[in-house]
Nanobody, 116 residues
Framework: QVQLVESGGGLVQAGGSLRLSCAASGTSFSITNMNWHRQAPGKQRELVGSITSGGSANYADSVKGRFTISRDNGKNIIHLQMNSLKPEDTAVYYC??????????WGQGTQVTVSS
C-alpha cells in the first residue's frame, strides 16, 4: 500500500536544530513534487515548503533561510533540515503529495516542540 511516514520530531531548545525525514513506500513519487506542511494548535495547516522531482525547493517566508528541503538520489525519501528553531515553529509536521494519480497522500505527522 502507498504510505508516507515522517520521523525525526522531538523536543529542542530555541536556536537548536532538527532533521525530519519522510519515507515513501508502495509506489514511487520520483516524478512529482513533494511538500512539507505544519499545523500548530489552534491554527490552520500551512505549507512549509516543497521540492520538485528535480530537487529544486521553495519555502514559506516564515522559514526561509532557516529550513532546507532535500531529496535523496532515489527520490523515495525527503528531508526537512530545521535550523535556528523558534518556539513559533512548534507544530505537527506532515509530508504530502498532491494529485498523484488523482489522489492526495499525507503522512501521520511528527511533533516538533521548541522550548524557550
Amino acid at each position: 500500500q502507498v504510505q508516507l511516514v515522517e520521523s525525526g520530531g522531538g523536543l529542542v531548545q530555541a536556536g537548536g536544530s532538527l532533521r525530519l525525514s519522510c519515507a515513501a513506500s508502495g509506489t514511487s513519487f520520483s516524478i512529482t513534487n513533494m511538500n512539507w506542511h505544519r499545523q500548530a494548535p489552534g491554527k490552520q495547516r500551512e505549507l512549509v515548503g516543497s521540492i520538485t522531482s528535480g530537487g529544486s525547493a521553495n519555502y514559506a517566508d516564515s522559514v526561509k533561510g532557516r529550513f532546507t528541503i532535500s531529496r535523496d538520489n532515489g527520490k523515495n525519501i525527503i528531508h526537512l533540515q530545521m535550523n535556528s528553531l523558534k518556539p513559533e515553529d512548534t507544530a505537527v509536521y506532515y509530508c504530502n503529495v498532491m494529485r498523484f494519480m488523482g489522489k492526495d497522500y499525507w503522512g501521520q505527522g511528527t511533533q516538533v516542540t521548541v522550548s524557550s
